[in-house]
Antibody
């Protein structure tokens, strides 16, 4: 059974870079059938997609966060990672990693639905 | 950006009743629409993908329909464990709706 687990600091100072890693177990991150994504949820609010990465390294990012986000993949460790720079209090949220279905759309492969999800990790931005 | 608008914001129903949740897209997303259930303190769970396909292990009382811009999630007969928040999500350039809370009347 595929499982995902987020790890990283729970507290980040304003203006610094948030760094999280998602470790995948029970399956290979190198499958051509899936993307791997990050989604966040501020306390008491809805879900916001951050971005997704294919095993080849191809990425899609939320346009509203694109200038501050980097997602990378390490197939040797079966992990993918998130870096979000110049954080503010507005970036305080539960951060989830998830597997994403890869769908052929015209001549490109795009991330689609998300399943399964990690349990999530709360990251607080505060000095 | 494709905006997803869910309605109603809150649905108050009793166990055994039928729930009908709506998700409208600001432009066509074909059938690239998924539905999730989220309970307090838990990660979202995929219920429906590609508008009408039930995910693995999801009970048959959950069904999805629609294409283009208008989609519906139906719970045929609410069980006590179905009271939760439901989100729709489109897969062309991923965005989520704001959620519908299904609460006990």
């Amino acid at each position: 059974q595929l499982q995902l687990q987020e790890s990283g600091p729970g507290l980040v100072k304003p203006s610094e870079t948030l760094s999280l890693t998602c470790t995948v177990s029970g399956g290979s991150i190198s499958s051509s059938s899936y993307y791997w994504g990050w989604i966040r949820q501020p306390p008491g609010k809805g879900l916001e997609w951050i971005g997704s990465i294919y095993y080849s390294g191809s990425t899609y990012y939320n346009p509203s966060l694109k200038s501050r986000v980097t997602i990378s993949v390490d197939t040797s460790k079966n992990q993918f990672s998130l870096k979000l720079s110049s954080v503010t209090a507005a970036d305080t949220a539960v951060y989830y990693c998830a597997r994403s279905g890869a769908t052929i759309f015209g001549v490109v492969i795009i991330p689609n639905w998300f399943d399964p999800w990690g349990q999530g990790t709360l990251v607080t931005v505060s000095s | 950006e494709i905006v997803l608008t869910q309605s109603p914001a809150t649905l108050s129903l009793s166990p055994g009743e039928r729930a009908t949740l709506s998700c409208r897209a600001s432009q066509s997303v074909s059938s690239y629409l998924a539905w999730y259930q989220q309970k307090p303190g838990q990660a979202p769970r995929l219920l429906i993908y590609d508008a009408s396909n039930r995910a693995t292990g999801i009970p048959a009382r959950f069904s999805g329909s629609g294409s283009g811009t208008d989609f519906t999630l139906t719970i045929s007969s609410l069980e006590p464990e179905d009271f939760a928040v439901y989100y729709c999500q489109q897969g062309l350039r991923v965005t989520f709706g704001q959620g519908t809370k299904v609460e006990i009347k």
